[in-house]
């Protein structure tokens, strides 16, 4: 078996040995210096001081001069999977109308259902690629897609279709998640109660069978489903064995009470939430998913992460790339940007884009830098890791590491 030592690193951070709940401070970041990674068939086997990983019997991978090395970024929840523009949105938005006056006037999430529906599988395949790999540049070896813009079973069927696909083309890592329950479709005439059971009776044994998707993400929102109407279809995903997410407390609360009672691995969003939310959180076992990608986007309030790491809750933090809310999709500017006004240490951002985001996917196999776990790293030309945060995303990875394999 071949074994590589790759290094030496200025610093590498582990993000090992950390909580998934509560507020970090920097000083509880595990740094080494001169570090190096042993690599073995895309693993990590060893992770320490690059002079004594070194010998005889392993080939040696050399890095040029000053490098921070950390887990490569984890993109817990976007929506890269679309066709369509919706700049004419964010034009309007600006000029003062609201995310749901535009919904109802025919922009909105349901414009973007129809230009994806128009599209081929194959343009939306080429679509995810060129937008990962792009993303990939940026270090994020892991991302979450969503489904959502078919809101029928045969369109849905297209798009989970197409991100599995797009996974076999390229080396990032796409978790695919089932999104049927983003809006009731404005051409469904029944009830919203009847479009769920129509999905959840015909789309998720079609997820199991096919392996499409071990995930069901549904919106709670007055625009979208209430916590009544969600309940029987997140019964129904749990006694499946899918994994629940939720769109959460974006303009209104009630998603993040739902989520706790289905047991969510996550509530993401969190805009609206206000101190019985963020306790209620802090109890659970659901990780908070902050979005700045749709603050940002929107023009709105952040997700109030300080207030969810104080009271003890989890806090990962996604770009929720999407064409309507969220069009930028640079997770680093957003965590940092979102750092800045929360005021979170460095600890917490990164932790909220590598260990605390591979939990809100419940993949415990990356995330750190520790032996046993998969090889995705990523090098920033600097010798201090303050700097990237500091950069607020201007500071590009010099090298990006996809099972033990650089791509960049
Ligand atoms: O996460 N909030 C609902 N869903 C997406 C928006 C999708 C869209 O606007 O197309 C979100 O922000
Ligand atoms: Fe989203």
């Not at 790491?309 to 069009?327: E, F, K, R």
């Not at 030309?381 to 500091?390: A, G, K, R, V």
């Amino acid at each position: 078996m071949k074994k590589t030592v790759i290094g030496p690193f200025s610093q590498l951070l582990t993000m090992a040995n950390i909580p998934v709940k509560g507020a970090l401070k920097d000083e509880q970041l595990e740094v080494i210096e001169n570090a190096g990674i042993v690599i073995v068939e895309g693993k990590i086997e060893a992770v320490g001081k690059f002079t004594d990983l070194k010998s005889d019997d392993i080939g040696i991978e050399l890095v040029q001069g000053k490098t921070v090395c950390l887990p490569g970024w984890i993109d817990a929840h976007t929506h890269i999977c679309f066709a369509g523009s919706r700049a004419k949105d964010y034009a309007l938005r600006n000029s003062g109308k609201s995310y749901l006056e535009i919904a109802k006037a025919g922009g909105g999430i349901w414009d973007t259902v129809t230009k994806t529906r128009e599209a081929t599988k194959e343009e939306l395949v080429a679509g995810i690629i060129k937008r990962a790999n792009h993303h990939l540049k940026s270090g994020i070896t892991t991302i979450e897609v969503k489904s959502g813009y078919g809101l029928t079973v045969d369109e849905e069927l297209k798009m989970l279709t197409a991100i599995k696909e797009a996974n076999t083309k390229i080396q990032t890592d796409l978790i695919p998640t089932c999104l049927a329950a983003h809006m009731k479709p404005k051409d469904w005439e029944g009830s919203a109660l009847a479009y769920l059971e129509e999905i959840s009776s015909k789309l998720f044994p079609v997820l199991k069978s096919e392996n499409l998707s071990n995930r069901i993400d549904a919106f709670i929102e007055e625009s979208a489903f209430s916590p009544l109407e969600i309940a029987p279809y997140f019964k129904k995903a749990r006694a499946m064995g899918f994994s629940i997410t939720v769109h959460a407390d974006q303009f209104s609360t009630g998603g993040s009470e739902t989520a706790v009672h289905h047991n969510a691995v996550s509530a993401d969003h969190l805009e609206a939430s206000t101190q019985k939310e963020i306790q209620l959180l802090a109890k659970s076992n659901t990780i908070s998913v902050a979005l700045p990608g749709a603050s940002l986007g929107l023009g709105c309030d952040f997700t109030p992460a300080r207030k969810i790491l104080d009271a003890g809750g989890a806090l990962a933090i996604a770009s929720d790339h999407n064409p309507g809310s969220a069009p930028m999709g640079s997770l680093l500017t957003q965590a940092s940007v979102l750092g800045t006004f929360e005021k979170l240490s460095n600890a917490e951002v990164l932790a909220g884009i590598t260990y605390r985001a591979a939990a809100a996917l419940e993949l415990d196999d990356r995330g750190t830098l520790e032996k046993g776990k998969v090889a995705d790293f990523i090098s920033f030309p600097t010798d201090n890791y303050q700097e990237i945060t500091y950069h607020q995303g201007q500071l590009r990875p010099n090298g990006v590491w996809k099972n033990g394999i650089k791509s960049t």
